[in-house]
T-cell receptor, first 117, second 113 residues
Framework: KAGVTQTPRYLIKTRGQQVTLSCSPISGHRSVSWYQQTPGQGLQFLFEYFSETQRNKGNFPGRFSGRQFSNSRSEMNVSTLELGDSALYLC????????????????FGPGTRLTVL | GQQLNQSPQSMFIQEGEDVSMNCTSSSIFNTWLWYKQDPGEGPVLLIALYKAGELTSNGRLTAQFGITRKDSFLNISASIPSDVGIYFCAGQGGTGTASKLTFGTGTRLQVTL
């Protein structure tokens, strides 16, 4: 089974521009989450989508948005880029494990490295 | 944003030594997870713990879910060079939080021959 794929892998933008990142989850996974990873703040949750609906949102400004399509693929958009938006953006797809102690096991993609100049 | 307190921040050890790292939180989690991240890659799940007090092993890895549900530790026995990487703890689950993971600050592990 193919893993989570993210495109592009690397991106360079300038301040004020906007960017769209794409994530294709593992086949059969319906939940997609996005995380931002920076040296200063570590891994921070952005948002989660399930069946085309945003199910949970982290503490990020409105410049960060996302969506999910009917095939579970997801995109995230950052508008009016700032220098501090430079980060590794990780996408994770998940399914819920079975059993009494079920939880949402998440599988991460390799990330998109965004550099804002 | 919230980050779990993870220690140590970095470790330099010799091949064959055992490693221990831990993670604490001010919040309760229903599930504790340990991930490893290699350069240029996303985190990979090592161990998942979903019962307070639970001790779980995966090969040379052993992890425990604290009885208060606010802490966890990870042990790696007989370290080898491929253990090099950054290890993250993560807490999951709470009212209305669905899949959201709250990550620790990370432990960078270096193994020397």
């Amino acid at each position: 089974k193919a893993g989570v794929t993210q495109t592009p892998r690397y991106l360079i933008k300038t301040r004020g521009q906007q960017v769209t990142l794409s994530c294709s989850p593992i086949s059969g996974h319906r939940s997609v989450s996005w995380y931002q990873q920076t040296p200063g703040q570590g891994l921070q949750f952005l948002f989660e989508y399930f069946s085309e609906t945003q199910r949970n949102k982290g503490n990020f400004p409105g410049r960060f948005s996302g969506r999910q399509f009917s095939n579970s693929r997801s995109e995230m958009n950052v508008s009016t880029l700032e220098l501090g938006d430079s980060a590794l953006y990780l996408c994770a797809s998940s399914f819920r494990t079975s059993g009494a102690s079920s939880y949402n096991e998440q599988f991460f993609g390799p990330g998109t490295r965004l550099t804002v100049l | 944003g919230q980050q779990l307190n993870q220690s140590p921040q970095s470790m330099f050890i010799q091949e064959g030594e055992d490693v221990s790292m831990n993670c604490t939180s001010s919040s309760i989690f229903n599930t504790w997870l340990w991930y490893k991240q290699d350069p240029g890659e996303g985190p990979v799940l090592l161990i998942a713990l979903y019962k307070a007090g639970e001790l779980t092993s995966n090969g040379r890895l052993t992890a425990q879910f604290g009885i208060t549900r606010k802490d966890s530790f990870l042990n790696i026995s007989a370290s080898i060079p491929s253990d090099v990487g950054i290890y993250f703890c993560a807490g999951q689950g709470g009212t209305g939080t669905a899949s959201k993971l709250t990550f620790g600050t990370g432990t960078r592990l270096q193994v020397t021959l």
